[in-house]
């Protein structure tokens, strides 16, 4: 009787199973880190385009601002309304950059509208699809503030001051007087605050 050779399969150790488990453990990882970094990447471009968003609406403001000095006639600046006298004080909350820069310090009044210190500019739109659609949160908003016309000193509240504008509008032989106005904005998504200021001579 021929005898014949069995050959009995090796014993498997799992060694594949574990080399396995190794790669697909640092492939997850890798798309882990991925995808937090492109989230992360969306949101701070999402962040500037609010921001620049902010900048444009106050940039917006600012010309509603300018639009309304260059007027046949001037508004009545009694020390409300986010209109004030050369010698009127500005309500504490816009006497500090901290308060300028806190969206509560140009809270609307109910309804909209001029009030509560400030002054709105109106809403920018566009259209989209058919659809008029607002581009900010709520309306930017502004306010004026006559100031010195020669020999100013720095502006209170802001820090960036008149320094002076009132002495070069003496100068260059124009006569007129020098509006200090600031502007804000909360952005798109009403958290991206920008608040820009800016002097305006009026000719007389």
């Known amino acids: 009787m021929k ?3 069995i050959v009995t399969p090796l014993r498997q150790q799992g060694a594949a199973l574990l080399v396995s488990l ?5 492939l997850t990882v890798l798309a882990l880190s991925s995808m937090q ?12 385009r609010d921001a620049q968003i902010a900048l444009e609406g ?4 600012l010309q509603a601002a300018e639009a309304e000095l260059a007027g046949p006639t001037l508004p009545t ?6 209109l004030y006298q050369e010698d009127d004080d500005l309500p504490v909350a816009l006497q500090t950059l901290a308060g300028i820069l ?21 809403m920018p739109r566009e259209e989209i699809d058919g659809v008029e659609m607002d581009l900010l949160a ?9 100031t010195p016309g020669v020999g100013s000193a720095s502006s209170s509240g802001f820090g960036l001051g008149v320094g002076g504008a009132g002495d070069s509008v003496q100068q260059s032989g124009l006569s007129g007087t020098v509006y200090r106005v600031v502007a804000f ?3 798109a998504s009403g958290q991206a605050v920008r608040a820009i200021e800016a002097y305006v001579v009026r000719a007389d």
């Open 22 to 26: 190794v790669i697909l453990l640092v």
């Open 77 to 82: 600046f009694e020390n409300s309304k986010g």
């Open 58 to 61: 106050a940039e917006f403001a």
């Open 185 to 187: 904005s909360s952005g």
């Open 102 to 122: 806190d969206p509560a310090s140009w809270q609307a009044p109910a309804g909209g509208g001029h009030g509560n210190n400030t002054r709105a500019a109106p």
């Open 3 to 5: 005898s014949k050779n």
């Open 138 to 146: 709520e309306p930017p908003r502004y306010f004026i503030k006559a």
């Open 37 to 48: 970094g492109t989230t992360l990447q969306e949101r701070m471009v999402s962040s500037q």
